[in-house]
């Protein structure tokens, strides 16, 4: 995939979190390619999260909001299955150590 591609991707993503729910505060993310656990295709989503819901509920946005950002790469015909991980702002600079 090319860098215009993931960029495309990371804007698509962060507009699916901008207007997914208000408690979920993404100040940044970036988009890797790579695998799934069986091998397939799958982009890693980082996304710098700034605030929250808390213990449950947050567990519940996570699932809600990857399937919404699954549902957006399907309609632009990707397939890959994203895989999210969150990052703090303290957590953000260390990402790729």
Do not use: C, N
């Not at 996304?47 to 957006?72: C, F, M, N, Y």
């Amino acid at each position: 995939m090319e860098l215009s591609e993931l960029t495309t991707v990371r804007d698509l993503v962060l507009d699916s979190v901008k207007s997914f729910e208000r408690q979920v505060q993404v100040t940044d993310a970036d988009v890797l390619e790579g695998g799934d656990v069986d091998g397939g295709p799958a982009l890693l989503i980082r996304l710098k999260v700034r605030s929250h819901p808390e213990g449950a509920a947050w567990t519940e946005t996570r699932l809600r909001l990857s399937q919404r950002i699954r549902d957006e790469l399907i309609g632009i015909g990707d397939d890959r299955y994203p895989i999210l991980l969150m990052y703090s702002d303290s957590e953000w600079p260390k990402r790729d150590k």
